[in-house]
């Protein structure tokens, strides 16, 4: 298979999974502004969820470019990390329709963690396939983002049984490290092409 073929159908999936949490927004009874207020912990859940599916979209994009050939293992790595991913839209319904009790913020976090290993795993397959001197892994380099992204995930988790902003903080944390703009990889293939 080609790897074109594995991002053409990751696409088309995470495109699904937006379109299923937005289905999730379901629209007031009443036509006033103070009627969306009822819908603001959905909302809010739903922005946060949509946020982690672009992240995810753009990594595994720039993670592509370094790749030159896919193998079964990569194949079945993709697919464990859709599998994670396409529950997104489950657990962020959950959250947002009872507005962040424990349980619902806890299991958030979950399946967060459980999408942050499947990359994981995903991302050291394709390295492991194409060698420790390949694109991929010269332009990681230590993966610290990779590396404390899941400490602050078990923290969230850990915390939502304490206080859900605890959980909050550190979901949000985690969204911000990954929104800011990593270069690794396009710099890497820049110079590459020089």
Not at 111 to 124: G, R, S, V
Request: a positive charge; hydrophobic letters at 50%.
């Amino acid at each position: 298979m080609t790897k074109g073929r594995l991002e053409a159908f990751t696409d088309g999936v995470l495109a699904i999974i937006i379109t299923i949490m937005v289905l999730e927004l379901k629209v007031p009874h009443g036509g006033e502004f103070e009627d969306l207020t009822k819908l603001l912990p959905v909302f809010g859940s739903y922005v946060l969820s949509f946020i982690y599916i672009a992240i995810y979209w753009n990594n595994h994009h720039h993670m592509m470019q370094t790749v030159k050939h896919v193998t079964g293992k990569i194949l079945w790595a993709n697919m464990h990390l859709l599998f994670w991913l396409s529950l997104i839209p489950f657990v962020t319904g959950w959250m947002g329709e009872n507005h962040f009790t424990t349980a619902t913020v806890s299991l958030y976090g979950v399946i967060l963690l459980a999408c942050a290993i499947a990359y994981f795993i995903l991302q050291n397959l394709i390295i492991k396939s194409h060698g420790k001197t390949s694109l991929l892994a010269e332009a990681l380099g230590k993966d610290l983002k990779g590396k404390m992204s899941p400490v602050f995930y078990i923290i969230g988790i850990i915390g939502a049984f304490m206080n859900v902003w605890i959980s909050g903080a550190m979901f949000v944390l985690v969204a911000i490290i990954w929104l800011i703009p990593d270069s690794r990889i396009e710099n890497r293939l820049k110079q590459e092409s020089n």
